[in-house]
Structure formats: structure tokens, C-alpha cells
């Protein structure tokens, strides 16, 4: 089921400024940068709550890592560090608006066909990368993304956790903060002592 967007009379005027911030937080302004600040700003909307946040209403699970979730971010105010961002890396350009408060979540992903529709409509020996620059700070919204309602498969509380908790894992001895220690044999453990580390050493 796709939602109904949001009337909007024409781009946001909040949209150059976060394009700027986004520009210099990540060294230059990128095709994906536009994709994500555009779809934080319509997650807004669609939630019916001001974008950016200053607060920790809202909780982003993101599906890829770099450009895309540094305008995100800008545009929404959800950042890892605040913990309000979360990377559930899929590889995909998407990601899921939640407001931690009703719960309502949405995900918003660009068309499928975007990107072919960009490259058909591009004048002849314009380069693709300044094409989505050019069609992804101007296309609507509707004509930019999908954006269908969201029901999680996950717990939000434990995802959230418990800020301030703190225990000491019995193997490594490392501190382990926000719940996120696991119980095996009667055994307080980290993650990564309980088998499931990224790394060897």
C-alpha cells in the first residue's frame, strides 16, 4: 500500500540551507546527499512533525551507509550519534521515519525506475551524475520516491535500550553500556565474547 503524499506547494524553502549543511559536512554536494535531505524533509511531512528534530521523537533505521545518510540525517536530525539513527546495512537507498512516540512508522525509498527515467530524460552529452544532481533537487516528490506505511518486525524499547546502563562483561572485562549485554550459562558477556565479534584479537 503506497501512502498519499502530502500537498506541497512546490520545494520547501528549508531545502537549499540543508543542502549547504549537508555539502559541508561531507566535502561536496552529491546526487545521493539531495536524495536523502529530500527524503528526510517528505518523512517529516508525512509524520506530521518538524524536520530537522532537536529531540529523540523520532528513530531512522537507514539501509545504507555514506552520502545518502549524511542528508538524512541533516534533514531529519536523527544522527548515530544521538542515537536516533540506526544502519541496518541492505545496500539499499530507503530508509524507515518511526515516531517513537505513536509508533507510526513509514519507509520511503526512490522509485525503482528513477534512475532510467533521469538518464532517458537527460539532454544529449550531459553527464548522468550532473543529471540526478539537477533532477533530484528539482522533480517533486511524487515523482521522486515511494513511500508506503511501515509495521516493525523489530522491538523498538530494546532497540532504544536503557541509556545509562552499565555492566562488565565476565570474559573481556570491557564495560558493555545501553543493554546490550547477553546472558549465557549464568554468564554476563559482550557480543563479541559471546561469539558474535567482526574482528580476531
Known amino acids: 500500500m503506497t501512502l498519499t503524499l502530502p500537498a506541497a506547494p512546490g520545494l520547501p524553502d528549508s531545502l537549499e540551507p540543508l543542502l549547504q549543511q549537508s555539502a559541508a559536512l561531507h566535502g561536496h554536494l552529491c546526487p545521493r546527499q539531495i536524495l536523502g535531505v529530500r527524503m528526510g524533509l517528505l518523512a517529516g511531512q508525512v509524520l506530521g512533525l518538524p524536520f530537522p528534530r532537536s529531540d529523540k521523537r523520532v528513530m531512522v533505521l537507514i539501509e545504507t551507509d555514506g552520502c545518502f545518510a549524511d542528508g538524512v540525517s541533516v534533514a531529519s536530525g536523527c544522527w548515530l550519534g544521538r542515537r536516533t539513527l540506526r544502519l ?114
Open 88 to 201: 541496518l546495512d541492505y545496500g539499499r537507498v530507503a530508509a524507515t521515519f518511526v515516531d517513537v512516540k505513536t509508533r507510526q512508522a513509514v519507509r520511503l525509498a526512490p522509485q525503482v525506475d528513477l534512475r532510467q527515467r533521469v538518464r532517458d530524460a537527460r539532454a544529449h552529452g550531459e553527464r548522468r551524475w550532473d543529471a540526478y544532481h539537477a533532477a533530484y533537487r528539482t522533480l517533486p516528490d511524487e515523482a521522486l520516491f515511494s513511500v508506503t506505511p511501515a509495521e516493525l518486525t523489530l522491538d523498538l524499547t530494546a532497540l532504544i535500550s536503557l541509556p545509562g546502563k552499565r555492566v562488565i562483561c565476565e570474559a573481556c572485562q570491557e564495560e558493555v553500556i545501553n543493554g546490550r549485554e547477553l546472558s549465557e550459562q549464568g554468564r554476563v558477556l559482550c557480543r563479541a565474547c559471546a561469539g558474535d565479534a567482526a574482528y580476531l584479537g
